[in-house]
């Protein structure tokens, strides 16, 4: 990513001027999780993606070097209110979901809540970076899929409850957004960054656990993106061992890789409580992208059984690349795409 929004991400204030409300509002959506449920979808925007041929200033490009990324201030999200699922994804204007089969490659969409820090967004080891440090939540994350992937929050069980919780504050609540995006249309393309929530009315602290969106990395507190080894075809990398800052509940958690990816694998304590499995859709069919037809990871499998943990316990991670099976994403110039091996956990600590 541009050096630009990886200060951003690390803490900088973003200017209030710069914050966006929603361009669009659809409210009559039927909620899935919980039927006294609200859901709702915002939509902010549009953004010009270029076409592929374009020349993309420095500034503006991602770690991809074909794609651009979207820095911005977000609000128009519930106010007083526990979330139980968020799904970030893109949309064309006219409301047809932007994904790879129409030459649009979402990199990721990242959200993330500066007033929020019951577990950090990064959980890594010190390594001398701000990652981990500063305070910031992952409020809804995707990345690298075909298909929609929703950070679930609630833990389906009316016993335990558990929730996004957002209070009520005077001024309501903004969130950064960071979406790296690759258009593999010759035209450029205007499409909204899109948010999809399902939440209850109240900030329903006191029954629910609060819950947000942690990342793990094989590379630890460094970036997540890392350049592919070309000549290596199959290969894993294990992230250093996190120390868990708090005790809790690991409510669920998905790997998120790059194509050549097969799947990643979850530790605490040196025992596995993760597999999850990258599965490979075929693209491109439907927009008569310059690059032809290719598999990409549809989506990822996601590990839904509860897993309790205490302060102190031991996490790490390996992701798995087998090349010979799964060709790596190559970028429009033909140059190799980024690999990334991570995790997003979705996490409930224990009450103070
Ligand atoms: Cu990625």
């Not at 993309?56 to 609000?75: R, T, W, Y």
């Not at 990721?108 to 809540?113: E, G, S």
Request: hydrophobic letters at 35%; aromatic letters at 8%.
């Amino acid at each position: 990513m541009a050096s630009s929004g990886k200060a951003e991400l690390q803490g900088a204030t973003p200017k209030a001027a710069d914050i966006l409300q929603p361009a669009r509002r659809q409210s009559d959506i039927p909620p899935t999780v919980d039927k006294a449920a609200k859901r709702e979808k915002l939509s902010f925007g549009p953004f010009t993606v270029p076409g592929r041929n374009a020349t993309i200033p420095d500034a503006e490009k991602g770690m991809d070097h074909d794609s651009v990324q979207f820095n911005n201030m977000l609000s128009g999200f519930c106010d007083d209110c526990t979330v139980l699922l968020g799904q970030a994804s893109l949309s064309f204007v006219n409301g047809t979901q932007a994904d790879p089969s129409r030459g649009i490659y979402q990199h990721h969409i990242v959200l993330l809540d500066m007033q929020k820090y019951n577990v950090p967004f990064y959980i890594c080891p010190k390594q001398g970076t701000p990652l981990g440090v500063v305070p910031q939540a992952g409020f809804m994350v995707s990345g690298a899929t075909a298909g929609v992937e929703p950070n679930l929050f609630s833990t389906n069980d009316p016993a335990n409850p558990s929730g996004y919780s957002i209070p009520k504050q005077a001024e309501p609540r903004s969130y950064f957004l960071q979406s790296e995006v690759v258009n593999y249309n010759d035209a450029p393309q205007d499409i909204y960054v899109t948010f999809e929530v399902e939440y209850l009315p109240g900030a329903k602290l006191a029954k629910y656990r609060d819950t947000a969106v942690s990342l793990l990395s094989v590379t630890g507190c460094g970036w997540p993106d890392y350049k592919a080894v070309i000549n290596e075809t199959r290969y894993s990398t294990s992230s250093p061992t996190a120390t868990m800052p708090k005790s809790g509940v690991l409510l669920n958690a998905k790997g998120h890789l790059h194509d050549g990816a097969t799947h990643a694998e979850l530790y605490l304590n040196g025992i596995s409580v993760c597999n999850s499995q990258a599965n490979y859709v075929p693209i491109g069919k439907d927009a008569g992208m310059a690059m032809g037809k290719f598999d990409t990871i549809g989506n990822m499998t996601r590990c839904e059984d509860q897993v309790r943990f205490e302060k102190g316990q031991e996490v790490h991670m390996t992701s798995f690349y087998d090349m010979d099976e799964h060709p790596m994403r190559m970028g429009g110039s033909g140059e190799p795409g980024d690999q990334m091996g991570v995790y997003f956990l979705v996490i409930a600590p224990d009450g103070e």
